[in-house]
């Protein structure tokens, strides 16, 4: 017990002898962007299942203070047929009066940022989508490897919740559950970027 604590008063002591001396705290540094993460949305349907997906999620992970914030898009789903692209963001979506999805929230499971392994994390936040913003709890795994940090989750959103209508496209009633995922690799940024 003895040589713990003094570990880790030593280590205290480098801690704060660094930010003195203006040593840069390497945990502090460590702040992940991305412009170009891929978002999807997987719907089932009584005739047909499809997926909407997007290129353009943008999103930062701090782990100097665990925040974790995304934000979507939503013109840029797609699902490979205009006109269906066309009802879910006109009539569903309505992304003229609610253009994004977002989420902001913090970790809440540990990360050890110098393990290369793939670790589980746990996220609890606001998502917002559609005018109404809701608490989740999302799961999904976090990996750093050299200056980057690779990030995946994945969650149910069920439509009401939001106030999204259920829609029925071409005589084809799609689940008020829906499938959300998130993938990114993360680029670590300075304090001046």
């Known amino acids: ?38 978002a999807q949305v997987f719907s089932k349907a009584t005739l047909e299942n499809f997926t909407g997906k997007s290129n353009y999620l943008v999103g930062q992970v701090n782990l100097a203070d665990s925040t974790v914030s995304f934000y979507l898009d939503l013109s840029t789903l797609s699902t490979g047929v205009e006109l269906r692209d066309e009802h879910m963001q006109e009539e569903f979506l309505e992304t003229d009066k609610y253009p994004f999805a977002q989420f ?6 540990p990360f ?15 998502f917002k989508i559609h005018g109404v913003s809701r608490d989740i709890t999302v799961d999904g795994e976090m990996a750093r490897k050299n200056n980057q940090l690779y990030v995946q989750a994945k969650w149910k959103l069920d439509l ?26 993360m680029d670590k940024k300075d304090k001046n970027s």
């Open 112 to 126: 050890d940022p110098t393990s290369p392994d793939t670790q589980q994390v746990k996220v609890q936040g606001q």
């Open 1 to 38: 017990m003895r040589t713990l604590r003094s570990l880790l008063t030593f280590m205290t002591t480098i801690l704060i002898t660094g930010a003195l001396l203006g040593i840069p705290n390497p945990v502090a540094a460590q702040v992940y962007k991305t412009e170009h993460g891929e």
């Open 160 to 185: 009401p919740d939001y106030n999204i209508a259920i829609p029925q496209v071409l005589f084809m009633k799609v689940s008020k559950t829906q499938q959300l995922s998130i993938t990114a690799t």
């Open 104 to 109: 902001s929230g913090k970790l809440v499971s």
